[in-house]
């Protein structure tokens, strides 16, 4: 498959589970801070252009410094702002780690996880 010049050789197709709640998250380069912006919001599967401005407090925000890093006490920086409940924040910590990761890993511009998509 072919989207936008990009070639997909891989897809991966899982069996569906139940789901209790559905969060956002991205980390973008934010041109104007030139950091990295990592968002997340406990409103996924919903268009977080809408959420961010139906309600600005619902989208957690924070630039990271790139000579730092993003660090433990960023993730519950993040979960804490966003209203994450307090038995998954260690999970959501590790999965925006590892979103970190990727996005330096792969000198990204954007990475997102997002239900709806």
Known sequence: MDIRGFTVHEVWVEEASGIAAELYT?????RSAKKPL???S??????IEEVAERDPGALAKLHV??????????AR?????????ADV???????LTRLYD?????DALLVEVNPRS
């Open 26 to 30: 991205s980390i973008v380069f934010d």
């Open 38 to 40: 990592v968002m997340l």
């Open 42 to 47: 406990t409103q996924g599967g919903m268009d």
């Open 65 to 74: 410094d790139p000579l730092l890093g993003f660090q433990d006490f960023h």
């Open 77 to 85: 920086r993040l979960a804490f702002d966003a209203g994450v409940d």
């Open 89 to 95: 924040i260690r999970g959501v910590g590790a999965l």
């Open 102 to 106: 990727v996005f330096v890993g792969e």
